[in-house]
Nanobody
Framework: QVQLVQSGGGLVQAGGSLRLSCAGSGRTFRTYAMGWFRQAPGKEREFVASINWSGSSTYYADSVKGRSTISRGNAKNMVYLQMNSLKPEDTAVYYC??????????????WGQGTQVTVSS
C-alpha cells in the first residue's frame, strides 16, 4: 500500500514558477514509477510527466516539455514537479500518481489528493 500526499500549488502569474511536491509512504514506494497528471474543468485528466523507479528516465508531455522538470528522491520518498514559464492554460488540478511508467492514467494505482494550480494572465 502506498499513500501519496501532495503539497505546493497555488496562484501564480503567467511566466512564474511553482514546485509541486508529493510525499509517498510505504516500503514499496521506491519500486513504482511516478507520474504527474492534471485535470482542468470540463476536461479529461491528462498526462504531464513521468519518472521511472530509479529516476534515470523521464518523459514529458509536449505541452510542458522544456518548461517542467520531474524528479524524485527515493531516500525521502519524494517526487517533485518544477514548473517554469507558467501559462494560463496550465491552470488545472494536478495529481501525482504511482504505478507503471506510462502516459495513461489507467496504469497508475495510487493517487494523491490533488492540488490546484491557477495561472493568471
Amino acid at each position: 500500500q502506498v499513500q501519496l500526499v501532495q503539497s505546493g500549488g497555488g496562484l501564480v502569474q503567467a511566466g512564474g514558477s511553482l514546485r509541486l511536491s508529493c510525499a509517498g509512504s510505504g516500503r514499496t514506494f521506491r519500486t513504482y514509477a511516478m507520474g504527474w497528471f492534471r485535470q482542468a474543468p470540463g476536461k479529461e485528466r491528462e498526462f504531464v510527466a513521468s519518472i521511472n523507479w530509479s529516476g534515470s528516465s523521464t518523459y514529458y508531455a509536449d505541452s510542458v516539455k522544456g518548461r517542467s522538470t520531474i524528479s524524485r528522491g527515493n531516500a525521502k520518498n519524494m517526487v517533485y514537479l518544477q514548473m517554469n514559464s507558467l501559462k494560463p492554460e496550465d491552470t488545472a488540478v494536478y495529481y501525482c500518481a504511482a504505478g507503471s511508467d506510462s502516459v495513461s492514467p489507467a496504469e497508475y494505482v495510487y493517487w494523491g489528493q490533488g492540488t490546484q494550480v491557477t495561472v493568471s494572465s
